[in-house]
């Protein structure tokens, strides 16, 4: 097309038709981009850590409402921009586009952080798109991981500028003609389907069913040589058995009336399978394990006898000097099942189901084995060491594509997709048709017969809470039945933040792996640092200096009370309270962080501790600001308190809702603030000490009543034990060495010895454990994450019943849980 | 018909169209006044973009909303849903009608056709005026519950269903309010409750001060009725991600928010007519423009509690709502309303 240049005019006053059309448009256009521009309505997402950057862009320190942009709408009908913020994974991918084809032009999309830029940390991850721009039209990204609430400031105003650039005359919404298609929902098959790509991918897998054709391909190349992966060394440790596991399995042995029911090995006691729910009952009820804390699956692939094993922690809470009780039980690869221990402790229910879908192995009797993190339909088990992702490369890292010298074409680049999907060989997708029922889950709850207790005929609805709310905390989600307003069964459903932190764990080496316990509890980094360096250091016996000691302490103590201040707010806010006391609390949130920057190099993912010790030392004056801020955040604390405990409408929709008796909560394995708040004085600093714990003056409070006030104000009085805490280690880290802050020698490799540790820690929402087992290389064999956020919502269904739908919602939110955690 | 009732039609229709533009100028004003101090309240400045200190912010976001596209989801109810927000912001402007805002009529200082013109400082002087607010008070919730209804989506509808139930219940004890203050002046049209708190006291003889409980309840069931924090529940973000409005976007929500605006002003000038004594204050018979500013000065008082409550409390449960309102409100006011004829029976027979 050639542009003919206008006729000159002769007295240049004269405007052509045409561009008199296009004066009066510019006029329009400045007054409609203006108008847009400075009114951007965000939608209220928030996908995984990058989402608590977005709430912080919202607060004081940096007022985004200043641009305009900050009045969050929770419905998709009337917002104008959404910022994916953080991770999208394949099980949420759905939900996203089907609210971004909800919105109404002109719509704009931000994306927010490396995650939803193109992968981020969790790239290689099963159940992670890698990049939302991918699926839909991204206008704006904003690099980091996570940006800092600057960063995001600055992707709105560069949105704003791309929005002053446009005109009227052109936007396509406003012509029938060029308006573009909704954006097709993608499917959740055996892996995600792009309903785009579906000849593609047929045409991929008839090609790959073909045999291989040993001649070079079409260039004439020779085929690459095929690389040969040296499987990696299966873990063994001395496990001949201690005296006491000798003695504790004769007694038990006796109980039973079995001779070879429990066999000692190491510490710990093997139990066989049919006799398991036996030895369950007994050590519950006759030795007061009342908390089976922690239970895991490991694939021994390659092993002789038995492949899978699955193993659990349990805890005498009533008597806490007697030492945990660690049994195992193995299952065989063909057959891989074992009974349910559900009836003896409820844990279970969430645990097991996990194994389930992780490893496949099937656990008898259990009342709904389904899985947990994936979507039913998903093809394999994930963490099975033979299961390959599809951007696998080798079993462990560094990949060969990121080693010198090695082949440099990563697999993404390799794969058909474009994406990181892979699809079983033998599927054909002609005869495969989407599990509808499944998605809906109605079903779940219209199995269960759940009539009584209902005095009049009503009808049932089922509602669903999530994953896209504003108060589900991120991207959970809970189905409810009700009969009016009041619930009569709920199932949560996870998984829609599902990032395969422990697959990517057993791939990383041991020390990659501390960045990516930032992201469990993205609140908390300092504290998952700790558990994880705890658990390693465990394993390899590495002593730690007395500094480092005090530092980890005042990084973990400043974080458990931002911790407790925070969920004050978050819960204040779901109480109905606006964002005042959310945004309060978010002030000292911000002092802390500062301090964190300034110690790490970065505000929410330290990355700051190591084995040994941590990675830089703190000077004086970040000391004395340290003490300042503890002032500060004790003010704040007492502010939040005066303004919002005594409240008579916080009283009204706390007291006695959410009730669960201590014998309940410690069935369903709930710990932390929740069990304390239901009497029992339980606190892993104190009965099973780590670190220098011991050495400070500090109560465990405890509550009586079990119910949302007291686990609203348990936060309160815990975070000011922390304040406690954290003035006598400023104390006390005056008498050491500045400088010396890592133990052990020093190395490039780190291989711990091989064997296998569980740590647990105190952390702001309960136990945080890992559990690993090392086989004496670069990487863990088993990487496990003991996450008090997901075993504690193994409650929430029971607390919630009877309740009302605004009652769940505050359940959920004192139950204080990130999604991060919670899906792993 | 002679000329006179032709030029106060005239005048008459001109006054309703210009209260009526006056509300949505206060409407964008209170909005942005409200983001403002609720950044204030919450340690931030708030928008401060556009105009200044972001004075222009709320004619942005109307142009942007009256831009959006229009998009009728397909499983609406199409007429009633295109209906609602239009049934819900019309009644709220209408309660306005009886409110007078100054003490005297004002006379224009040109004649029309020899006829000198006045003007009332209220649209329509009805003699059951507070009958006629409660009545259209009572017509905006429509708006909200057919826009529930209509949009078929679970969310609306539980948030449709709240508002039927809470408006009506708060009806009562906002009518039993009413009714001390009537019993005590002896008239329902809201002049003469003006004139009456007008008249003793130097004009300071306001109802607020003989009837504090049938205030406080009125203003409770005010929040209530205009569906505002801590009685919010029609919207209820939280739980119902946007309540009735959930399935509505661009310009039809813009008059849904306007309306919940719009019903907030209108009802602080009434409490503030009934309760406040209205226009009255110093020399306010005298000169009415003085009065107006009287009326503007309690009126945005009232506000200013309102957002203020909105930063500070938490919402109230439904139930416990319903419970508050028929187990504490209702008999608190009819115990209210009973004494004070009581006590009148008393005094005056
Ligand atoms: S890992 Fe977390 S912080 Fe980093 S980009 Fe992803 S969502 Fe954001």
């Given at each position: ?337 074992l009974p349910s221990l559900y009836g003896?402790?409820?844990?279970c229910y969430l645990q097991e189901r996990?194994i389930y879908?992780?490893?496949?192995i099937n656990f008898t009797d259990h009342p709904n084995m389904k ?454 | ?349």
């Open positions: 097309m050639t542009i003919e240049a206008p006729p000159p005019s002769d007295n240049g006053v004269e405007v052509p038709a045409e561009l008199k059309q296009n004066v009066f448009f510019g006029k329009l256009d400045d007054l409609y981009n203006w108008g847009r521009a400075y009114s951007l309505w965000p939608l209220t997402m928030g996908l995984a850590c990058c989402a608590i950057e977005m709430i912080a862009t919202g607060t004081a320190r940096y007022d985004q409402d200043r641009f305009g942009a900050a009045l969050f709408r929770a419905t998709p009908r009337q917002a104008d921009f959404m910022i994916v913020s953080g991770t999208v994974t394949k099980k949420m991918l759905p939900q996203i586009i089907r609210i971004f084809n909800q919105m109404a032009e002109p719509k704009y999309v931000i994306s927010m952080g490396a995650c939803a830029n193109g992968g981020g940390p969790f790239k290689e991850g099963y159940n992670v798109v890698s990049g939302i721009d991918k699926f839909i039209p991204v206008d704006v990204y904003v690099p980091g991981c996570p940006p800092t609430p600057q960063a995001l400031l600055n992707g709105i105003i560069k949105l704003q500028e791309k929005i002053q650039g446009q005109s009227i005359k052109t936007v396509p919404w406003y012509r029938p003609e060029e308006r573009t298609e909704p954006v097709p929902m993608p499917i959740l098959g055996p892996d995600l389907i792009d309903p785009r790509q579906v000849s593609l991918i047929k045409d991929t897998l008839e090609k790959a069913r073909q045999p291989e054709e040993a001649e070079g391909d079409e260039n004439g190349e020779a085929p690459r040589p095929k690389r040969v992966v040296k499987p990696p060394k299966l873990p063994t440790w001395d496990i001949t058995p201690t005296d006491e596991a000798t003695a504790l399995a004769d007694s038990i042995n006796q109980a039973l009336q079995a001779d070879q029911a429990v066999v000692p090995e190491a510490n710990t006691l093997i139990v066989a399978p049919e006799h398991l729910v036996a030895f369950g009952r007994h050590v519950r009820d006759d030795l007061g394990y009342e908390l089976l804390s922690n239970v895991t699956g490991v694939d021994y692939l390659g092993r002789e006898g038995d492949r899978f094993e699955v193993v659990y922690h349990a805890y005498n809470v009533r008597q806490p000097e007697k030492p945990a009780l660690v049994f195992k039980a193995r299952a065989a690869e063909d057959k891989p099942e003896v402790w409820k844990t996990e879908d992780l490893y496949g899985r947990v993190l994936l979507w039913d339909g998903f093809h394999g088990h994930p963490l099975r060491k033979d299961y390959e992702e599809a951007y696998y490369e080798d079993p462990v890292k560094p990949f060969p594509s990121r080693w010198p010298g090695g082949d440099h074409a990563r697999a993404e680049t390799r794969n058909p997709f474009g994406k990181n999907v892979i699809y079983p060989q033998d599927w054909d997708i002609d005869q495969w048709t989407p599990d509808e029922v499944e998605h809906n889950l109605d079903h779940v709850i219209e199995a269960r017969d759940i009539k009584e207790g209902v005095d009049f005929d009503t009808d049932r609805i089922v509602l669903n809470l999530g994953p896209h709310h504003p108060s589900t905390h991120g991207v959970f989600r809970m189905v409810v039945a009700m009969e009016g307003e009041t619930i009569v069964d709920l199932e949560p459903v996870f998984g829609y933040l599902h990032r395969n932190h422990e697959k990517i764990g057993e791939r990383n080496s041991w020390i990659m792996n501390m960045p990516f316990t930032d992201r469990l509890d993205y609140l908390n980094s300092m504290q998952n640092n700790l558990a994880y360096a705890l658990t390693v250091e465990k394993l390899a016996g590495l002593a730690v200096p007395e500094r480092a000691e005090y530092i980890r302490v005042i990084m973990c103590e400043l974080t458990r009370v931002f911790s407790h201040m925070s969920l004050v707010g978050f819960l204040a806010s779901d109480l109905g309270c606006m964002f005042t006391p959310l945004f309060y609390a978010f002030e000292g949130r911000e002092r802390v962080v500062d301090l964190f920057e300034e110690a790490s190099g970065s505000r929410m993912m330290c990355n700051y501790m190591r084995f040994g010790g941590v990675t830089y030392d703190i000077s004086d004056d970040w000391l004395k600001r340290a003490e300042t801020v503890t002032n500060t955040l004790e003010r704040g604390l007492e502010e939040l308190h005066t303004l919002i405990t005594g409240n008579e409408i916080v009283l009204s929709r706390t007291k006695d809702i959410g009730y669960l008796s201590p014998e309940d909560l410690l069935s369903h394995g709930v710990t932390g603030p929740m069990l304390r708040a239901a009497g029992i004085k339980y606190d892993i600093r104190r009965v099973d000490p780590y670190s220098i714990y011991d050495r400070f003056d500090f109560d465990v409070p405890t509550l009586p009543d079990s119910d949302i006030f007291c686990r609203f104000y348990q936060r309160i009085l815990e975070a000011r034990e922390s304040i406690k805490i954290l003035r006598q280690a400023y104390k006390g880290i005056k008498d050491t060495e500045p400088g010396d802050i890592m133990g052990g020698k020093k190395g490039y490799i780190f291989r711990p010895p091989a064997g296998e540790a569980y740590v647990r820690t105190e952390h702001s929402k309960g136990e945080l454990g890992f559990y690993v087992v090392s086989n004496k290389s670069d990487s863990p064999w088993r990487y496990r994450v003991r996450s008090p956020s997901f075993i504690n919502l193994n409650a929430l269904a029971d607390m919630c019943k009877g309740g009302k739908v605004a009652d769940t919602i505050v359940t959920l939110g004192a139950i204080d849980i990130v999604l991060g955690e919670v899906d792993r | 018909m002679d000329l006179e009732f032709i030029i106060s039609l005239i005048v008459q229709i001109v006054m309703i169209g210009v209260i009526a533009v006056a509300l949505m100028t206060a409407f964008a004003a209170m909005v942005m006044v409200e983001r403002k101090l609720l950044g204030r309240f919450t340690l931030r400045y708030g928008p401060n973009r556009v105009g200044k200190y972001g004075s222009l912010q709320i004619i942005a976001d109307m142009f942007k909303l009256f831009f959006k596209e229009e998009v009728i989801p397909g499983h609406v109810e199409r007429t009633v849903y295109l209906m609602a927000p239009g049934l819900a912001l019309v009644p709220a402007l209408m309660a306005f009608a009886v409110v007078p805002i100054a003490g005297a009529p004002f006379t224009l200082p040109f004649q029309i056709m020899g006829t000198p013109i006045t003007i009332n400082p209220w649209i329509a002087n009805v003699n059951v005026g507070v009958l006629y607010i409660l009545a259209i008070g009572s017509l905006g919730t429509y708006g909200v519950i057919l826009g529930g209804w209509s949009s078929n989506n679970k969310y609306s509808l539980l948030g449709g269903l709240r508002t039927s139930a809470q408006m009506l219940s708060y009806e009562l004890p906002m009518g039993l309010a009413m009714l001390s203050a009537i019993l005590i002046v002896g008239s329902m049209q809201l002049t003469n409750i003006v004139e009456f708190q007008a008249s003793y006291l130097g004009g300071f003889f306001w109802l607020i001060l003989v009837q504090p409980v049938a205030f406080i309840v009125f203003y409770i069931c005010a929040l209530a009725e205009a569906g505002r924090s801590p009685f919010d529940l029609p919207e209820t973000e939280n739980e119902l991600i946007a309540g009735f409005s959930t399935e509505y976007g661009g310009m039809k929500f813009g008059l849904f928010f306007a309306a919940e605006y719009v019903h907030m002003i209108v009802v602080s000038f009434i409490m503030a007519t009934v309760f406040l004594g209205g226009w009255s204050g110093p020399f306010a018979q005298q000169a009415p423009f003085l009065g107006i500013g009287y009326l503007l000065i309690k009126v945005a008082f009232i506000l200013f509690t309102m957002i203020w409550v909105r930063a500070s409390i938490p919402r109230v449960r439904f139930d416990k709502l319903m419970k508050f309102c028929w187990k504490f409100l209702l008999p608190v006011s009819i115990a209210n309303a009973a004494a004070t004829a009581l006590v009148l029976a008393v005094l005056f027979f």
